[in-house]
Each structure stands twice: as structure tokens, then as C-alpha cells.
């Protein structure tokens, strides 16, 4: 029984992972790597990606970071769920109103006027209605995210009390229903273009919270990890091969809700696989010898810490790079690295300009009284 288990002992904090710095770091560098390779895939200003090369190469590079969202919601239902912590309600409310609270409301103020008052008038937004945006819970598009964990936050008290009497083979179901319920309703949506409002953004996710806590500490045997790694390594190369075609057949707009990025999806068929098999990877290869490494050490000094920050403020910088990088001095730079024919390198240099001034941001935002708040 999952119960027995979780109140074996009594937790105030969350359990230390091993994996979860590993998780935290690798993720969010897949994320900016997918927003990079979404600025080309899905059309830059001025700048033509008619050449097959061009989506090629973006797609599939997309496809293979597109398991970072579900392994953020995975770790959070791995920390988080634990009926074994000993924490009141609104003590809990409180805290993750403290984390997330300040936030919301600064990044998405932050972003709405960045996005009326600099790229529209660069003619980056195409129909720009920021409200409806806002009401949808992605006041820009990246902040879809922070408002799914707000709302998985909010249940969280009542999942626990869940786990905390319900049987490991009736949270297994619990799983499998939510996902294949998600997924189920992720391909109508596909077809209907329909989508959640901010409300309801969350939903969909609930499988992936229950997962991660349900397999935090899964250890597989060497031939198990084998097929983890064939199945992370096929859903990429399914998913980036079923998308060329899928937009082959159905055109590439609009952007999800779409038939064309059916399987882009968070909870598509595919990115379920793909983020399940990635999870159970990291659970077993970033372990305890891996924690005594320099390496390991490093990042969880200096990037984990950083996490949230990066991913909040990268978007910035991808737009401040892409769209003046088509003014004037940079723009011979991003033609010739960013969509001709080197951009197989150029998409990791991209990623890497926006991802180490991302860092630099947040540490420095990091070490100043209350304004730290927006980053941590």
C-alpha cells in the first residue's frame, strides 16, 4: 500500500531526489532549445523557411526536447504529493502563494506590455488580442505553464489526502485513466481547435503530477532502462515524423489546437511515452554516484536554483535576439547560422545566446532584496 509507505515518517520539507537537479537543468535547457526551434518553425519576420532543411532540422530538434513540461510536472508530483508531509492546508496555500503569486502577476504584466509595445510594433504578433490571451492562461506563450502548476497547487491538499488511502494498483488506474482521458481529449481539440481557459489548464496534467510521484522511485532492471531509452529514442523519431506529415497533409497553421501539431500536444499519445520513458531514465541514471560528482555539484549550485527564473525570462532574450537580429547588425548572423544551411549548429549557438544571459539574469535578480521574488 502506497499509504504504509508514505507514513512510514513524517516530512516537513520534500524528499531529496537525486535526479531532481538533473531534471531541473536538462529540462529547462530542452525548453529554450524548443523555443529557439519555434521561432524558425513557426515563421520569423523578413526571413523565409520554405527550404525543407529549414522545418527539417527545427522539428526534429523540437521533438527531441518536447519531454521537458511533462518531466517538470512530474518532479512537482513527485515532491509535492507525499501525504506523508506533515503541513497544514493553508500553510501549504500560503507558500506556493508566496513562490508563484508574485510571479504571475509580475511576468505576465511584464510580457503583455512587451508584447503591445515592442513586437508589435516590429509586426511580430500578427492578431494580437492580449486579453483573451490572458483569459485563456497564456498571456505569452510560455506562461501557460506557470498557471497549469497554479492550479495543480490548489488541488494538492485534497491529492493527498487521496494517496494517502488509496492502494498502489488504484493509483496506477488513476493514472492511466487521467493520461488516456487527457490524451483522448487532446486529439478532439486537435480537430476542433478547441482548447482549456485558464481555469482548466491544469486538468489535463493531473496524470503526469499522480506519475511522478507514483514512480519516483521505480528502479529498473539494465534491460528495462534499454527499452526506456528505445522508447524515448522511437517517440522522438515518431513524433517528428508523424508532425512533417501531418503538416504535409493538413498545412502549418494554425499552431496548436491544430490536425498539423496534433501530436505537438503536451498530453498527445506520443509525449506521454516519451515523457514517462525520459522520467524513469532519470530516476535510475542520476543517482547517488552521480550526486558525488564535480559536475553535479555545479549545477546544483549554480543552474538549478535558477530554474524557474531561466524559464520565466528566456523569451525575452530569444525576442530580443531574433527580432533586432533582423534590423541591422546581427542580421547577416542569424541568416547565415540560424536558417541556412548551417543552421544544424546554429539552432544550439541560438540556444545557447539565450540560455546564458537567461542565467546571468536571474542570478543577478536572484541577489536583490524582494525583487528576487520575481525569479524564486
Not at 30 to 51: E, F, K, M, R, W
Not at 132 to 157: C, N, S, V
Not at 322 to 340: C, E, I, M, P, R
Request: glycine letters at 6%; one cysteine or more; a positive charge.
Amino acid at each position: 500500500m502506497i499509504a504504509n509507505r508514505a507514513s512510514a515518517a513524517v516530512q516537513t520539507k520534500p524528499r531529496f531526489l537525486p535526479y531532481g537537479d538533473a531534471a531541473r537543468v536538462l529540462g529547462t535547457i530542452a525548453v529554450v532549445l524548443a523555443h529557439v526551434c519555434d521561432t524558425v518553425q513557426y515563421g520569423i519576420p523578413g526571413l523565409s523557411i520554405n527550404a525543407p532543411l529549414h522545418f527539417n532540422a527545427c522539428n526534429f530538434f523540437n521533438s527531441a526536447s518536447r519531454w521537458a513540461v511533462p518531466i517538470y510536472i512530474m518532479l512537482s508530483g513527485s515532491l509535492l504529493l507525499d501525504p506523508a508531509r506533515a503541513e497544514a492546508p493553508e500553510k501549504f496555500y500560503s507558500k506556493r502563494l508566496a513562490r508563484l503569486g508574485i510571479p504571475i502577476l509580475f511576468w505576465t504584466t511584464f510580457f503583455m506590455l512587451f508584447t503591445q509595445y515592442y513586437l508589435k510594433p516590429h509586426g511580430v504578433t500578427g492578431e494580437l488580442n492580449l486579453w483573451r490571451d490572458l483569459i485563456m492562461g497564456k498571456p505569452y506563450a510560455h506562461l501557460h505553464f506557470i498557471f497549469r502548476i497554479a492550479g495543480l497547487y490548489a488541488f494538492t491538499p485534497m491529492f493527498r489526502i487521496f494517496l494517502k488511502h488509496a492502494s498502489q494498483p488504484m493509483v496506477t488506474l488513476t493514472v492511466i485513466l487521467c493520461l488516456g482521458f487527457a490524451s483522448a481529449n487532446s486529439i478532439v481539440d486537435g480537430f476542433t481547435g478547441t482548447e482549456e481557459s485558464a481555469f482548466l489548464r491544469f486538468v489535463p496534467f493531473i496524470g503526469y503530477y499522480f506519475a511522478g510521484y507514483l514512480l519516483r522511485d521505480k528502479k529498473l532492471s539494465k534491460r528495462a532502462l534499454i527499452g526506456c531509452w528505445c522508447l524515448a529514442i522511437g517517440s522522438i523519431l515518431l513524433l517528428a515524423g508523424g508532425t512533417t506529415l501531418l503538416v504535409d497533409t493538413f498545412g502549418e497553421k494554425p499552431l496548436y489546437p491544430s490536425k498539423g501539431y496534433l501530436l505537438y500536444d503536451f498530453v498527445s499519445p506520443v509525449r506521454i511515452a516519451m515523457g514517462i520513458s525520459v522520467w524513469l531514465i532519470f530516476v535510475n541514471t542520476f543517482d547517488e554516484k552521480w550526486m558525488a560528482s564535480p559536475f553535479s555539484k555545479f549545477i546544483s549550485k549554480w543552474l538549478a536554483p535558477a530554474t524557474l527564473g531561466i524559464y520565466l525570462v528566456h523569451p525575452l532574450f530569444r525576442e530580443l535576439l531574433s527580432v533586432n537580429g533582423f534590423d541591422a547588425s546581427l542580421q547577416h548572423f542569424f541568416k547565415d547560422w540560424y536558417v541556412k544551411p548551417y543552421i544544424l549548429l546554429g539552432i544550439p549557438l541560438i540556444t545557447a545566446m539565450v540560455y546564458l544571459p537567461s542565467v546571468i539574469f536571474t542570478h543577478i535578480v536572484m541577489r536583490i532584496p524582494f525583487v528576487q521574488k520575481i525569479v524564486m
